[in-house]
């Protein structure tokens, strides 16, 4: 396995449930990106995490709540979420160095449908 | 603040080349990125350049950079079906949080 997994692919949710998006980057990076990708709408940061501790939330609502238990896992907890937070979530790494971060290495994502 | 510029449309023909532009407001930033996104798929990276380089060729693939107009190029040479696709401009690099991308150029090819 190689890349930036990410699972499910898709997944469908009613308002009330709580589910789990995960993540596994197998490139050795030491930070991992959540983005929202709604239509219509730029590419939104929402979590960063560098060497395991969250660094940046860009005011994203609680209903959302990362996890980090390592370098090369990432979660993204959801419960009672709400029909606009249907997106396609995606999962990113990059390696810090002397120059700054290397370039993003994306996974597939996951299809989110709030129903 | 920062922003990353990209028109949402462009339409070449098969075989001809595409140039997709993209221009940015960051002078510090240290990469300037090419994405490309397909149907159902995360952002792939294609390919990217350091800020102190003017260009960058890469088989079909060639990316300019004029710093002085902050303007960044991707000319995908024979152009071909399978590159319809969103492509994205990003910049940054300097953080971890601030790579900005732009909306998207979504290329579609005509026969």
């Known amino acids: 396995e190689t890349g930036v997994t990410q699972t499910p692919r898709h997944l469908v949710m009613g308002m009330t449930n709580k589910k789990s998006l995960k993540c596994e980057q197998h490139l050795g990076h030491n930070a991992m990106y959540w983005y929202k990708q709604s239509a219509k709408k730029p590419l939104e940061l929402m979590f960063v995490?560098?060497?395991?501790?969250?660094?940046e939330n860009n005011s994203v609502p609680s209903r959302f709540s990362p996890e980090c238990p390592n370098s090369s896992h990432l979660f993204l907890h959801l419960h009672t979420l709400q029909p606009e937070d249907s997106a396609l979530y995606l999962c990113?790494?990059?390696?810090?160095?002397?120059?700054?971060?290397?370039?993003?290495?994306f996974g597939n994502g996951t299809r989110l449908t709030v129903t | 603040g920062e922003d990353v510029e990209q028109s949402l449309f462009l339409s070449v023909r098969e075989g001809d080349s595409s140039v997709i532009n993209c221009t940015y407001t960051d002078s510090s930033s240290t990469y300037l990125y090419w994405y490309k996104q397909e149907p159902g798929a995360g952002l792939q990276l294609l390919t990217y350049i350091f800020s102190n380089m003017d260009m960058k060729q890469d088989q079909r693939l060639t990316v300019l950079l004029n710093k002085k107009d902050k303007h960044l190029s991707l000319r995908i040479a024979d152009t071909q079906t399978g590159d319809s696709a969103i492509y994205f401009c990003?910049?940054?690099?300097?953080?971890?949080?601030?790579?900005?991308f732009g909306s998207g150029t979504r290329l579609s090819i005509r026969p």
């Open positions: 990003a910049e940054g690099g300097s953080s971890a949080s601030k790579i900005i």
């Open positions: 995490y560098n060497f395991k501790e969250q660094t």
């Open positions: 990113a790494s990059s390696q810090e160095e002397d120059r700054g971060y290397s370039p993003l290495h």
